[in-house]
C-alpha cells in the first residue's frame, strides 16, 4: 500500500521545475504546435466542457483554454495547481484548476464533453476504478482522451518514485492493448493512435511505446 501523502510530497516537489522537460512545458513552439494539432484533432468543437485529471502544472488543459474550451484540472499535488492558475493568469486564460484525486474530482454532479488524462494512470492504485469514473463524468457522446505508453527511454532516470510503487498495477506504464482491453467495455468505440513516431511532441526522437486512446461514450 502506497502511503498517499508521499505521493503528494513527491509531485509538490517536482513542480517548481516539471516544465523544464520539453512534452511538459510545451516551451518550444514546435513542440507546443505539435500537442495543439494532435489534441486539436481529437476534441469536438469549442467550446467543449473538458476534464483535465492530473493535469500537472496544466499546459494541455491550457493548450486547450486557448483553443476556446471550458477547461477544469484537478490534481492531487498543490503546488502543481498553484502553478497551472500562475500560468493560467500570466497567459490570460480561463480555467478552474481544482485540489483533488482523478480517481473522484471534485467536480460534485458535473458531466463533461471530454475527460482528458495525460500520464497518469501508471501512478493510480486503481486504475480501472478510475477510467469508471472518468466514464460516469461524460456526458452521452462525450470523449475519453488517454495520452499513455510505457516508459523505457535510456536516460531517463529522475528521483527514485514513492516506496512501494512498483506494486501499482500499472506501474512503468500501460501498453496500448491491455488499456483498450479494460477501456472497451465501458465505452461505444474506441481507437488507438501511435505517437512515437512525432518526435515533436517529446521534444525529440523516442524508442517506447507512446500512443492516444480515443474513446467515445
Ligand atoms: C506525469 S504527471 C502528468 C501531468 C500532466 N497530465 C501532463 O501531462 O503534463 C502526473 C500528475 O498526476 C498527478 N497525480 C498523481 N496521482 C494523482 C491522483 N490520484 N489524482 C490526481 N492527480 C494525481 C501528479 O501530481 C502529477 O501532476
Not at 482523478?102 to 482528458?116: C, M, R
Request: aromatic residues 6%; charged residues 20%.
Amino acid at each position: 500500500m502506497i502511503d498517499r501523502s508521499a505521493i503528494v510530497d513527491y509531485w509538490d516537489a517536482a513542480a517548481p521545475s516539471f516544465d523544464d522537460a520539453p512534452d511538459h512545458g510545451l516551451r518550444a513552439e514546435r513542440t507546443r504546435a505539435a500537442w495543439a494539432r494532435t489534441i486539436g484533432a481529437w476534441m469536438p468543437p469549442a467550446p467543449a466542457a473538458v476534464l483535465d485529471v492530473g493535469c500537472g502544472t496544466g499546459s494541455l488543459s491550457l493548450l486547450l483554454a486557448a483553443a476556446g474550451h471550458r477547461v477544469t484540472g484537478v490534481d492531487l499535488a498543490p503546488r502543481m495547481i498553484e502553478e497551472a492558475g500562475r500560468k493560467a493568469a500570466a497567459a490570460g486564460l480561463s480555467g478552474r484548476f481544482l485540489v483533488g484525486d482523478a480517481a473522484g474530482p471534485p467536480t460534485g454532479g458535473e458531466l463533461f464533453d471530454v475527460v482528458l488524462a495525460r500520464h497518469l494512470l501508471w501512478t493510480l492504485p486503481d486504475p480501472g476504478a478510475a477510467l469508471g469514473a472518468w466514464v460516469a463524468r461524460l456526458r452521452p457522446g462525450g470523449r475519453l482522451l488517454l495520452v499513455e505508453g510505457r516508459w523505457g527511454e535510456a536516460g531517463q532516470s529522475g528521483p527514485p518514485y514513492v516506496a512501494g510503487a512498483e506494486s501499482l498495477p500499472w506501474s512503468g506504464g500501460v501498453g496500448a492493448d491491455q488499456l483498450a482491453a479494460a477501456v472497451r467495455p465501458l465505452v461505444a468505440g474506441l481507437r488507438i493512435e501511435r505517437l512515437g513516431a512525432d518526435a515533436d511532441l517529446w521534444g525529440g526522437p523516442v524508442h517506447d511505446e507512446r500512443y492516444a486512446l480515443i474513446a467515445r461514450v
